[in-house]
């Protein structure tokens, strides 16, 4: 069974720096695209940052210039370092990741999974 996990969250000033780990587990073959999105209250979850497997990384024009996405294939875990971050960044961020793995019978499935999300919050 794949289980994802995000950490890193917390409370931070204005101006303030965060990183964001999202760790797979599980039978994982291959971490395929991965995406952290985010949603604060009363809006819809929008994408911030994605990184396939072979591709360049894309970012939402609001954090263009002060996130950035990375990965760890051997660790099978992807981060968020977040700079400079403003009030507006105030949300739960999530990890969805696109995983090849092997079930118990050996069998190959490719899946997406979502984490449970890590409050962030950006205030003086």
């Known amino acids: 069974q794949v289980r994802v996990v995000e950490s890193g969250g917390g409370l931070v000033q204005p101006g303030g720096s965060l990183r964001l780990s999202c760790s797979a587990s599980?039978?994982?073959?291959?971490?395929?695209?991965a995406g952290w999105y985010r949603q604060a209250p009363g809006k819809q979850r929008e994408l911030v940052a994605g990184?396939?497997?072979?591709?360049?990384?894309n970012y939402a024009d609001s954090v263009k210039g002060r996130f950035t996405i990375s990965r760890d294939n051997v660790k099978k875990t992807v981060f968020l370092q977040m700079n400079n971050l403003k009030p507006e960044d105030t949300a739960v961020y999530y990890c969805?990741?696109?995983?090849?793995?092997?079930?118990?019978?050996?069998?190959?499935?490719?899946?997406?999974?979502w984490g449970q999300g890590t409050q962030v919050t950006v205030s003086s």
């Open positions: 969805n990741l696109d995983i090849w793995s092997s079930t118990e019978t050996g069998e190959h499935v490719q899946g997406k999974y």
């Open positions: 599980g039978r994982i073959l291959n971490i395929n695209a």
């Open positions: 990184i396939p497997i072979g591709g360049t990384t």
